[in-house]
């Protein structure tokens, strides 16, 4: 997720506020597939990642976005 924010804010605040309202819905809509991904009961850990691109053109940052490589997934 790219969001746009203002020096200072609270990242904290914003991404516990984003993962509560997601991890509501997924369990709402899909509950029984959910509970096999859970993290102790959790569906999202309490980290996040918040980080700066300088300045970049948005245009500039989804496409370096976009053209990263996924990892594999190993079958389980």
């Not at 506020?17 to 102790?40: F, I, M, P, Q, T």
């Amino acid at each position: 997720m790219m969001s746009t924010t203002t020096s200072g804010s609270a990242d904290g605040t914003i991404a516990g506020a984003v993962k509560g309202v997601s991890a509501r819905l997924l369990r709402k809509e899909y509950d029984a597939h959910v509970r096999r991904h859970l993290w102790g009961g959790h569906l999202w850990s309490g980290s996040y990642f918040a980080g700066s691109c300088g300045g970049a053109p948005l245009t500039v940052v989804r496409q370096y976005v976009e053209n990263q490589q996924r990892p594999v997934r190993q079958p389980s």
